[in-house]
């Protein structure tokens, strides 16, 4: 790419509550493994490799992720939290602020982190052409033809009579009502919009400027204050909460007379419901995509996802089945969009089985809850990596007991700091400071019981901490 200055500015701040039960508010999609080994996230990082630098990636994420479960996930990448939601033109915003707050102007490679693409080569050729557009001041979309009349994605259309590889854009439409999708399709002008964007820094902030002038003024404060009294990070900490909720496609796209569309035949998903991840999953010859232990008889054109247990089904057709260890989704292929309304109910009835994985990571290792009950106690498995320790806290409701199980424990409880070994145990009684550390070379596994009139993760307050938590 010769000397230009390019950022993949990765936007991965999202809830993925339509892949539930795997996807989940704390561990939402992203971060998660899909098709293959690897995360969505790393998957859209290595995608883009050939073109631009680890270096030279941003991610856009929300603060809860970067400090819980996705630390190791965000850790060798440059990083800007939001503290709290506000859709993706603010999150550009501040990606384009910042990097121009550091002396550049780069093209901006703007991408989702949850989207599949089949066909990587031909994206990176669509991806050369679109910053070439975008070094002379154009803001570039990538258009996906339509294969069906979908409701779930918006369409944008394009001038008619335009044959060349960049198009120019006539108008933006929110997601249509079947009928219309239909009439898109036929009136053939018309693609889904991918949500992939590139232009340079300025020149979206400027178009920011001229559109959302509120969003604007909001980012020209955390500037000048980042300049005057601390961090870029610190400025947004303070301000963001202020800024206006909208996309950058209501907002600013669909106003600007800057846009041009790359149509792209990349063999791209969104990954937005399980339906779409049977589609792009590996079939057998009776349409059956089966992960984990799986024994299927007689089914077809299934999705069966096992992550814990066997699961075994017969004589099912036009189904996606989930099994977590905690909960199991069962769900027509055609309904898969309605798992938002599963989370929302969980959210109304106050459950947890949307927020957290009963396996929870953390940046020192990980837990799981093997027993909950309602009389006062929950039992947990710990694990806690090499070199690791948890942070110096207390419990206002709550005593544990551990036991080691495997490795050597170094415990602070109260005043003392003790060696507990395999098969040994320790007690720390409510309301004493206490943390547990792992000095060895080899994982900790303890259990931890606890028992406590309230036994909520948010019953803890932090004295010091390795993770600025």
């Not at 099994?323 to 969980?346: C, F, G, H, P, Y």
């Amino acid at each position: 790419m010769g000397n230009r200055q390019i950022y993949a500015v990765i936007l991965a701040g999202g809830s993925g509550s339509r892949l539930w039960p795997l996807s989940r508010q704390n561990l939402p999609k992203q971060f998660l493994a899909l098709n293959g080994d690897a995360s969505l996230l790393q998957t859209t990082i290595n995608r883009v490799s050939p073109l631009i630098d680890a270096k030279k990636v941003l991610i856009v994420t929300q603060e809860s992720h970067a400090k819980g479960e996705a630390y190791h996930a965000l850790l060798s990448y440059e990083t800007l939290f939001e503290p709290i939601g506000r859709n993706t033109a603010p999150a550009i915003a501040i990606a384009a602020a910042y990097l121009m707050s550091k002396g550049e102007d780069p093209v901006m490679v703007v991408l989702p982190a949850d989207h599949i693409i089949k066909d990587e080569a031909r994206f990176c050729a669509y991806l050369n052409s679109a910053i070439k557009v975008a070094e002379g001041g154009k803001l570039v979309t990538f258009g996906i033809q339509p294969v069906r009349p979908d409701t779930g994605y918006g369409y944008i259309k394009v001038r008619s009579g335009d044959n060349s590889e960049v198009l120019e854009v006539d108008r933006f439409t929110e997601k249509p009502d079947h009928a219309t999708a239909e009439q898109f399709l036929k009136d053939g002008n018309y693609y889904w919009n991918s949500g992939m964007f590139v232009w340079r820094a300025s020149t979206i902030l400027a178009e920011i400027k001229l559109h959302l002038p509120a969003v604007h003024q909001m980012i020209e404060t955390i500037v000048a204050e980042s300049r005057d009294t601390g961090t870029f990070q610190q400025a947004v900490e303070k301000h963001f909460s202020s800024i206006p909720s909208i996309s950058i496609d209501y907002g600013v796209l669909e106003k600007s007379d800057r846009v041009s569309l790359i149509p792209c035949d990349i063999g791209w998903n969104d990954v937005g419901s399980w339906d779409a991840v049977h589609e792009i999953s590996d079939k057998d010859e009776n349409g059956n995509a089966l992960q984990g232990n799986v024994i299927e008889l007689d089914c077809k054109n299934s999705l069966i996802r096992a992550e814990k247990r066997l699961v075994a089904a017969i004589g099912i057709e036009d189904l996606c089945v989930i099994e977590t260890a905690d909960a199991v989704l069962i769900s027509k292929s055609d309904q898969t969009q309605r798992v938002r309304e599963v989370v929302d109910e969980l959210q109304h009835r106050g459950a947890t089985e949307h927020v957290f994985h009963a396996k929870v990571n953390r940046p020192w290792g990980s837990y799981t809850v093997l027993e909950e009950d309602q009389d006062g106690f929950k039992i947990k498995r710990i694990e806690v990596a090499p070199g690791a320790r948890l942070s110096l806290q207390s419990h206002s409701q709550r005593s544990e007991h551990w036991v080691v199980v495997s490795g050597t424990a170094t415990v602070t409880n109260g005043d003392e700091v003790i060696t507990v070994h395999k098969n040994e145990s320790t007690y720390i009684p409510i309301g004493t400071k206490h943390r547990l550390e792992n000095q060895g070379s080899e994982p900790l596994h303890i259990v931890e019981i606890q028992v406590g009139k309230y036994l909520g993760e948010d019953d803890i307050q932090r004295y010091e901490d390795n993770y600025g938590r």
